[in-house]
């Protein structure tokens, strides 16, 4: 009886221990399939993102001004390099890359002399062309397995790892087109450094330059880390931002850009701001400042000049209002161009208040009035509207809080009399040739326009159109309408009369053969803390036509001449006829000229391309000579550290000499195996 209690006993421990035998064999191939699947997701399979760059800004000929390039970091992982073949790594990393071999084999200490473990970054900041190179190199490392496989699986491992880093923003031309383009700065996300845009261009088409989405590829890897490409493989393609298409005619730029910066040398300016604008669709073709500054390399003293004067600067504007006022009072009928007005030999006092003319007469008609710049004749044009006429027409015109809406931001708001203050003769007369009021360059510039486009206002363009990748334009919604602040009459009496003003006026330096020129000096004086002083705003704002219709407006501002070229006819006039010029020269002005005078334009042409020719002459043999003087630094650099590290090992070897070691024994290195010659 007992001994068949024991068999049954014996049998079910049998049981059990099979029972529990097989749930660990069930338990063990779940575990190794869940592993097994894990090492496919998490090695076999991989998505790589790719990422999109920021959009382009490119001049009207097609040149680029700005673009976004990606850069690189260069990594290994340190497990993974065979120790065997690492001097062979080391030369060929240092040969591909252009970093000393002696600085490479320091990145794999620390300072205190210990090997470093893991990830390893060799170089940074590397840009596409290197990536490339690099990228070539890995390919060659994995075919000489200069890394290997660790643990289980002997098919996997980490080579030289060449990842994106983020973008980096170029200006090949450097200073071209600033302070009008602005600026970039990087921000970081997900540790990928991205580029926002501040200041000019660059901030105000924010949205379009950045409108990008990533693409990616996703599917198995093979053993060296490169997707397969088959069925399974998902492709998304990525979208970089808009570019930028510019009416700004580089050319014409850089040739102003000279021109500024000759006569802001010769009159001892502050600074010097022009723009060309077709008058026809407010189209700027060029727009800059002789304080210009390189973007990727913004000095301390350049930090007043970020921001573009052309929208951001409010100033008295002096005379150049006085058409606008004249313009008013012609379209209310309240004077005529013949209208004839006392103008007092010169003084006139409006209570305690005196008003001067610099060249006194007794009486003026109202055309003469603006030829000769006359503040007692336009202060009493000024007086025939009334206050709600004067206040309401500088609105139409766009003074005031309103802005000219060009499109480069950071623009700033002018400022007049309000209906109360207007109330008072004195301050209707200040207003009326340009004191007690601020307003902008770009202001000015587009009420000019009116009087060479008929009397229309055109909101002034710096953008023509945006691109996508695929080179598709899209004609921005145009955010504006034209406006006429004054009939096409009253423009076309106004333009006539700054005709005048050129041929026997203020502004006849800027008198060109065959052209039809028209504008209007200012000068006015800078307020300061304890009033009026004697430093100076000269500006001359009008426009240029040719007989084959080409119609452009021209406005220059000299901030603070010296007080030799105070005024605007010897300061601003002639920068203008140089713009003109320089306009000739390049075709988009076309004069009515006879035989003799074209001979003339060829000869000063062929001599201003003979200085041009040497200024760059002069300028690669001052490259050429920098280059020369950089190569002997480094080579006097390579000579000096070598006689150090000899210095070096004869202080070692005589220390170890007066330990009575053996200094002849040299550490031996096993030698890397033999490899076929890469080159």
């Known amino acids: 009886m007992s001994q068949d209690k024991t068999k049954i006993i014996m049998k079910r421990r049998i049981k059990y221990i099979i029972i529990t035998m097989v749930l660990l064999c069930i338990l063990l191939l779940l575990r190794l399939a869940t592993l097994a699947a894990k090492d496919n997701s998490e090695i076999k399979t991989i998505a790589l993102k790719e990422r999109a760059l920021r959009g382009d800004i490119i001049s009207r000929e097609g040149y680029t001004i700005s673009r976004s390039i990606k850069n690189y970091t260069v990594s290994i992982h340190t497990k993974y390099l065979d120790p065997n073949k690492k001097e062979f790594f080391l030369k060929l990393f240092s040969i591909y890359s252009n970093i000393p071999l002696d600085d490479l084999k320091s990145k794999f200490y620390t300072k205190e002399g210990k090997a470093k473990k893991g990830w390893l970054v060799l170089a940074d900041n590397i840009d596409a062309k290197e990536a490339i190179f690099l990228k070539e190199l890995k390919y060659k490392l994995n075919r000489f397995k200069v890394f290997r496989g660790q643990g289980a699986n002997k098919n996997f491992y980490y080579g030289l790892t060449i990842s994106e880093k983020g973008e980096n923003r170029e200006y090949p031309l450097k200073e071209a087109l600033s302070p ?114 390189d973007p990727l390399d913004i000095q301390a003293d350049q930090i007043a000049n970020l921001q573009p004067k052309a929208t951001s600067y409010a100033y008295e504007p002096g005379s150049v209002m006085k058409p606008i006022i004249y313009s008013l009072a012609l379209e209310k009928g309240t004077i005529t161009p013949e209208t004839t007005f006392n103008t007092f030999n010169g003084k006139m006092w409006v209570g305690k208040y005196k008003i001067t003319d610099d060249e006194p007469e007794p009486q003026l008609n109202a055309e003469d009035i603006i030829v000769k710049s006359s503040n007692i004749g336009i202060s009493q044009i000024g007086w025939s509207l009334t206050n709600q006429e004067f206040r309401e027409g500088l609105r139409r015109y766009g003074f005031g809080k309103q802005k000219s809406g060009i499109d480069i931001g950071n623009e700033s708001i002018g400022k007049f009399y309000s209906l109360r203050k207007l109330r008072a003769k004195i301050n209707r007369a200040s207003n009326s040739y340009g004191y007690g009021m601020v307003a902008t360059f770009s202001q000015l510039l587009k009420a000019y326009n009116v009087f060479n486009n008929g009397g229309v206002s055109v909101t002034p363009r710096v953008v023509n159109y945006i691109k996508n990748d695929q080179n598709k334009k899209f ?60 430093r100076y705003h000269a500006s001359f704002f009008g426009f240029v036509n040719d007989p ?37 020269e390049r075709g988009l002005l076309k004069p009515n000229l006879n035989r003799e005078q074209v001979e003339e334009i060829e000869q000063k042409r062929t001599l201003e391309e003979i200085k041009v020719k040497e200024v760059q002459q002069k300028q690669v043999k001052a490259l ?52 076929p010659d890469l080159f």
């Open 548 to 584: 084959e219709g080409n119609r452009y407006t021209i406005g220059v501002l000299v901030i603070e001449p010296d007080f030799k070229h105070h005024f605007a006819s010897s300061s601003a006039v002639p920068v203008f006829k140089k713009i003109v010029d320089a306009m000739v």
């Open 475 to 534: 004609y921005l919604k145009k955010d504006f309408t034209k406006i006429a602040p004054v009939s096409a009459n009253t423009a076309a009496i106004v333009k006539n009369t700054l005709l005048e003003v050129v041929k026997r006026g203020t502004g006849r330096a800027a008198q060109t053969e065959g052209l039809e020129i028209g504008g209007k000096t200012g000068t006015a004086m800078i307020v300061g803390k304890g009033g009026y002083e004697k």
């Open 180 to 293: 009008i383009l602005g600026y970039t700065r990087p921000y970081y996300s997900d540790g990928y450094k991205h580029i926002v845009g501040y200041n000019g261009i660059e901030k105000f088409y924010e949205k379009y330059l950045n409108h990008k989405q990533d693409g990616f590829i996703s599917g198995k890897r093979d053993a060296v880390g490169y997707i397969i490409q088959n069925a399974d493989t998902i492709y998304k393609r990525k979208h970089n931002g808009y570019s930028l298409v510019l009416n700004i005619s580089l050319e014409l730029q850089k040739n102003i850009d000279l021109i500024l910066d000759t006569y802001k040398q010769k009159l001892g300016a502050k600074e010097v701001i022009a723009a060309v604008m077709r008058s026809s669709d407010s189209k700027v073709i060029a727009l800059t400042s002789s304080n210009r500054y």
């Open 624 to 675: 050429k000579e920098r280059l020369r003087e950089q190569r002997e630094a480094i080579i006097k650099e390579q000579k000096r550290t070598i006689e150090k590290r000899k210095l070096k090992k004869q202080i070692y070897k005589k220390r170890r000499e007066k330990k009575g070691a053996d200094t002849t024994r040299v550490k031996q290195f096993s030698p890397p195996p033999q490899t």
